[in-house]
Each structure stands twice: as structure tokens, then as C-alpha cells.
Nanobody
Framework: QVQLVESGGGLVQPGGSLRLSCAASGRTFSTYAVGWFRQAPGKERDFVAT????????YYADSVKGRFTISRDNAKNTVYLQMSSLKPEDTAVYYCAADGVPYQNAATLPHRAIAYWGQGTQVTVSS
């Protein structure tokens, strides 16, 4: 069983930066692809970024490419999302998710069943 806890959200001005963290329990977390998703008020949950189990592959939604960076530290069982040049439309609750199947292709994570979700962290971009 894996538990995911997000942190690092908050209020930031347009153009600012935030770093989200997703801390996981469980020895198998380091073998899972992990993704970040977000859900704005009144909208569906959208894919943001994904990273392979060893950090060697990353993939981003077009809306965040060049502004967000996903990374992981398996020694700390933590995945990060560095967000820069934030825009008001980035306002959402951000969730991390792990696929729960060892060594799967991270590129397909947005289209596969997700075994583990965090509780989410609010990011608000406003002046």
C-alpha cells in the first residue's frame, strides 16, 4: 500500500514560482511512474506531467511545457513539480498519482488506471 501526501501549494502572483512535493510511503513507490494532475473549479481533472520510475523520462501537457519541471528523488520517496512563470489559469488543486504497477511506461500513465492518489494541494495564481 502506498500513501501520497502533497505539499507546497499556496498563493502566488502571476509570473511567480512554486515547488510542489509529493511524499510517498511504501517501499515500492520507487518502481512506479508518477504523474501530476490538476483540477480547476468546475472543470475536469487534467494531466500536467509524468515521470518514469527512474526519472529518465518525463512528459508534459502542452499548457505547461517549458514552465513546469517534474523530478523525483527515490532515496527520499518524493516527486517534485517545479512551477515557474505561473499564470492565473494555472490555478487549481494539484494532485500527484502513482500507477501502482512496477516499471510501466510513464508516457501512457495519463491513459491508464491510477492506483494511488494524494489528497491534493491548492495553487492559486492571482495578483
Amino acid at each position: 500500500q502506498v500513501q501520497l501526501v502533497e505539499s507546497g501549494g499556496g498563493l502566488v502572483q502571476p509570473g511567480g514560482s512554486l515547488r510542489l512535493s509529493c511524499a510517498a510511503s511504501g517501499r515500492t513507490f520507487s518502481t512506479y511512474a508518477v504523474g501530476w494532475f490538476r483540477q480547476a473549479p468546475g472543470k475536469e481533472r487534467d494531466f500536467v506531467a509524468t515521470i518514469s520510475w527512474n526519472g529518465g523520462f518525463t512528459y508534459y501537457a502542452d499548457s505547461v511545457k517549458g514552465r513546469f519541471t517534474i523530478s523525483r528523488d527515490n532515496a527520499k520517496n518524493t516527486v517534485y513539480l517545479q512551477m515557474s512563470s505561473l499564470k492565473p489559469e494555472d490555478t487549481a488543486v494539484y494532485y500527484c498519482a502513482a500507477d501502482g504497477v512496477p516499471y510501466q511506461n510513464a508516457a501512457t500513465l495519463p491513459h491508464r488506471a491510477i492506483a494511488y492518489w494524494g489528497q491534493g494541494t491548492q495553487v492559486t495564481v492571482s495578483s
